[in-house]
């Protein structure tokens, strides 16, 4: 089993940063590729970036690339989502989710059968 704790989401202004820390505890959460994902009122859950175990593999939706990084700390059980130029757009629940042990990068929601209970991230003035 794999538990998962988002921590760091708020309320921020656009243009605005704001840094997403998921918290892992479980068997072999250092050989999971982990996903970040995102839901906005009234929208289907979308993926937002991924990072293999290995870190050589990443996945980052189109509309976040270049804005946002993903990495992860091994040592710490900790991936995180860094975000910077945050839009409006951007407001969501952002989640966290980890793969079955060994399995590759994927935007697919399917392949992450462990999530958190997410983190509410807003972008207002």
């Known amino acids: 089993q794999v538990q998962l704790v988002e921590s760091g989401g708020g309320l921020v202004q656009p243009g605005g940063s704001l840094r997403l820390s998921c918290a892992g505890s479980g068997t072999l959460l250092g050989r999971r590729a982990m996903g970040w994902f995102r839901q906005a009122p009234g929208k289907e859950r979308e993926g937002v970036a991924c990072i293999s175990s290995s870190e050589e593999a990443t996945y980052y939706l189109d509309s976040v690339k270049g804005r946002f990084t993903i990495s992860r700390d091994n040592a710490r059980s900790t991936v995180y989502l860094q975000m910077n130029s945050l839009k409006p757009d951007d407001t969501a629940v952002y989640y966290c989710?980890?793969?079955?042990?060994?399995?590759?990068?994927?935007?697919?929601?399917?392949?992450?059968?462990?999530r958190g209970q997410g983190t509410q991230v807003t972008v207002s003035s």
């Open positions: 989710a980890a793969t079955l042990p060994f399995r590759v990068c994927s935007s697919g929601e399917s392949e992450y059968p462990y």
